[in-house]
């Protein structure tokens, strides 16, 4: 069963939203650990990991802000391919959306 997942549930509290070519381009790399708590890159559908130094959790979001797809405790080096009718994505660190599923939607 799909649910609405809040910013009162903590789940995206300080989210930076990447929507800059510089900012979508430099999202977390060259960091030791996250520089914000939550990122949502815009308008993406696709990611890589490189010259990332720790894990992170994905949601894959369409327009709608319905999770898509999720990916876990990806790590450094890794690429993921153009998911389709993805609109964004959001990024946090590894474990931040173990309870999120596929069908969820974000209230921003």
């Known amino acids: 069963m799909s649910k609405l997942l809040i910013i009162e549930e903590?789940?995206?509290?300080?989210?930076f939203i990447a929507d800059t070519f510089l900012n979508r381009f430099m999202g977390y790399m060259f960091?030791?650990?996250?520089?914000?708590e939550?990122?949502?890159?815009?308008?993406?559908?696709s990611i890589h990991t490189f010259f990332m130094k720790f894990n992170i959790d994905v949601l894959f979001v369409n327009k709608?802000?319905?999770?898509?797809?999720?990916?876990?405790?990806?790590k450094p080096g890794k690429v993921i391919i153009p998911?389709?009718?993805a609109f964004a994505v959001i990024e946090g660190e590894a474990g931040?959306?173990?309870?999120?599923i596929i069908g969820d939607k974000i209230d921003t």
């Open 10 to 15: 903590n789940l995206l509290a300080n989210v």
């Open 31 to 36: 960091r030791k650990e996250p520089h914000h």
């Open 38 to 45: 939550t990122l949502m890159i815009k308008p993406c559908n």
């Open 64 to 74: 709608d802000m319905e999770v898509i797809k999720k990916v876990e405790n990806l």
């Open 83 to 85: 998911v389709k009718e």
């Open 96 to 100: 931040k959306f173990k309870n999120v």
